[in-house]
Every structure is written in structure tokens, then in C-alpha cells.
């Protein structure tokens, strides 16, 4: 059998190859910090352009579909990989439909690796119908390997601090587990079968990895991930089984200029006396400064936002006490 065809931008590496034996051959035992991958889908009759309602005359034909008859075998082999290759503490975030989700769940949990989330991604452009429901969101099943440190970035997009107009915390909402992020559209350009928005991968990546991380993709596809990565300043490493997709997509990737797509992390708020137990002179200070804000108009979200700041504990903290005083 040829040697696979293996590309090297920078410190980059690509390798035109089934994921299971690429990983094999180039990605040693606890070597990847993140790997976050979108394995063909396993759809009988490929119907993903119906899926996406879309021109599929830009869509690369190089797209390799796995028979959906050995889709839990399939995916047994290329978890198990993915265990082996994650360091201890590493985190693996796979996109699945739900058609074969049973058997992605199947062969993580044959794993050591350890759930953190399911998160529903939902998108715009889903089938329309009109005699059901609209299917519009796609599973992201979020694991860790045991045995070391796990990485969450809290404070990578929002500060625990900062609210929208409405009061809300933003970093709350960001991190609830429905993300709702649209594809990107793109008439007229190149694009693989299913493509990831860019916005969700940079959003993975914030949290979950910090610059000169390896982070890996075993279905590279168009390169979203691996563009992500470059344009934040992690390694990468990922593997295309498809000869025609790594040749037309892979040299698409030298165009992407290192860190541009590196945003100004927010100000970390640091919240001096979380978690201290509460004296009496604050319990009295709280229930004070409360009937003054509570007087003079301030909404429930600002009386909150007010107090957490000026007895430096977290917004939940401050809420329960005024709970359970019978103030709200
Ligand atoms: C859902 S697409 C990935 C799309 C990618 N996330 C993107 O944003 O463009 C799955 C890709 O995996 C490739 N593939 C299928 N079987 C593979 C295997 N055994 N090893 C590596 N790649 C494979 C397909 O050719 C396809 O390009």
C-alpha cells in the first residue's frame, strides 16, 4: 500500500489517511489536548444536500460516507483511538446527528472517557417540512479523559461580571448548554458536505484550549477545525480519508494568517470572598444597602449586580442570602 500523502504548514501536520490508521502510525499515547471532530454521518442515501436546501454544485464531491451497517464498529474504532491519543485530563468534542447518536454513545461509553455535556448546536437552515416538526440541531457530545487536570477557560468570552441590557449575566448564558449559532452561508464558494461555522469551533476552542495546545481532528472534511486552530494559535494535527477533499482543502489552509482570529480576552473578575462564610456585619450591611436600592427604584438585576460588587461575592451568592431573608 502507498505511504499516505502528508502535508506540513508551519508546525502543522495533515495526513491524507483513514483516521484510525493515521492516528496509529502519527499521534503518539497522550499526545492531544483537544480534540474536537465531526465524523460522517452515516445517512442512508446521503441526503444531506436536501438536508441543507442548498446549490450543491459548490459542495467538493470528495466526501467519504461510512455504510450505515458498520457505523458502531466504525465508531468503536476511531473513539478508542481518540481515548489512547488524549492526554489525561483532554477533552473530546464530537458533533453527531441523531441518526447513529445511539452508536456514538455506544462506543464512548465503552471508553474511560468521562461525559462533561451533551450540547444541542441549533442551526438556521434546517429541512423544511410541513407535515412535522423542523429539524434544526445537531448533538455535541463533550468528554474528558481522567487522570489530569481538565481545561474550562470561565472567563475566556464573557467575565463573570459583565451582564447584557436585560441584567443577565452574559457568561451564564453563554455557557448554557443550548447553543444556538448558524451556519455560515457561503454562495459560491468551495465547501465540504457539512461544514462548521467557524463562530462554534471558536467558541470550543476558547474554553477548552489555550495557545500552543495540540488540538486534532480525525475527519478533517473542508478544514473548518483545523483553520480555527491555526487562527488561534494552537497546533493542529487531522487526518482526511478522501484523497480529493485533502487535495483541493488542505492548501486552502496556508492562507490562514497565525492568532487572526484571537480575540481580546475579557478582564477576569475576580470575586474576593467567594465561598467565605458571611459575618454578622455583612448579613446587616446586605439587608441595608438592599432597602436603599430597593427604595430608590433599581430593578432586581441591578440591586444584585450593585451588592456583588461592593461585598465582592458572586451574583448567586448574593441572591440566595436575600432569599432566604425574605427579601426577594
Ligand atoms: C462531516 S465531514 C467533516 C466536516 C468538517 N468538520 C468541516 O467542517 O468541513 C466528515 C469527513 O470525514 C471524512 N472521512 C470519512 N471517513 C473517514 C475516515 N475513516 N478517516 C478520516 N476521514 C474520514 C469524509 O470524507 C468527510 O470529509
Redesign the pocket.
Known amino acids: 500500500m502507498a505511504a499516505p500523502t502528508i502535508e506540513r504548514i508551519g508546525e502543522h501536520l495533515f495526513v491524507n489517511a483513514?483516521?484510525?490508521r493515521g492516528a496509529a502510525a502519527h499521534l503518539a499515547d497522550g499526545s492531544v489536548d483537544l480534540m474536537v471532530t465531526?465524523?460522517?454521518?452515516g445517512i442512508e442515501g446521503d441526503r444531506l444536500d436536501r438536508h441543507y436546501n442548498r446549490d450543491e454544485r459548490f459542495v467538493d464531491d470528495?466526501?467519504?460516507e461510512?455504510d450505515a451497517r458498520k457505523y458502531a464498529s466504525f465508531s468503536r474504532a476511531?473513539i478508542a483511538q481518540a481515548e489512547r491519543v488524549l492526554k489525561p485530563g483532554g477533552q473530546l468534542y464530537v458533533v453527531s446527528g441523531y441518526t447513529n447518536l445511539y452508536d456514538v454513545l455506544g462506543a464512548l461509553r465503552k471508553t474511560s472517557l468521562r461525559e462533561i455535556n451533551h450540547i444541542i448546536w441549533k442551526y438556521n437552515f434546517g429541512v423544511y417540512t410541513s407535515s412535522k416538526f423542523v429539524s434544526s440541531h445537531y448533538h455535541i457530545l463533550y468528554y474528558a479523559k481522567p487522570g489530569g487536570r481538565r481545561r474550562f477557560n470561565l472567563q475566556s468570552r464573557f467575565a463573570l461580571d459583565q451582564t447584557a441590557a436585560d441584567g443577565r449575566s452574559l457568561n451564564y448564558r453563554d455557557r448554557e448548554d443550548v447553543w444556538s449559532i448558524n451556519r455560515e452561508y457561503k454562495p459560491g464558494q468551495r465547501k465540504?458536505?457539512?461544514?462548521?461555522p467557524r463562530a462554534l469551533l471558536k467558541k470550543i476552542l476558547a474554553y477548552s484550549s489555550n495557545e500552543g495546545e495540540l488540538v486534532c481532528?480525525?475527519?478533517?472534511?473542508?478544514?473548518?477545525?483545523a483553520a480555527v486552530a491555526i487562527g488561534m494559535n494552537r497546533r493542529f494535527v487531522g487526518?482526511?480519508?478522501?484523497e480529493r477533499?485533502f487535495r483541493s482543502r488542505v492548501p486552502e489552509l496556508r492562507k490562514i494568517v497565525p492568532g487572526s482570529l484571537l480575540d481580546v480576552p475579557p478582564e477576569a473578575h475576580v470575586v474576593r470572598n467567594r465561598g467565605k462564610s458571611w459575618s454578622a456585619e455583612e448579613l446587616e450591611q446586605l439587608q441595608g444597602r438592599f432597602r436603599e436600592l430597593h427604595a430608590s427604584g433599581a430593578t432586581r438585576g441591578a440591586i444584585v449586580a450593585t451588592l456583588s460588587a461592593e461585598l465582592e461575592r458572586g451574583a448567586w451568592a448574593i441572591r440566595k442570602r436575600l432569599r432566604s431573608a425574605g427579601s426577594f
Request: hydrophobic share 30%.
Open positions: 483513514d483516521c484510525v465531526d465524523p460522517p454521518y470528495g466526501y467519504v461510512v476511531w465540504n458536505k457539512n461544514e462548521l481532528d480525525f475527519f478533517l472534511g473542508g478544514g473548518s477545525t487526518f482526511e480519508v478522501s477533499t
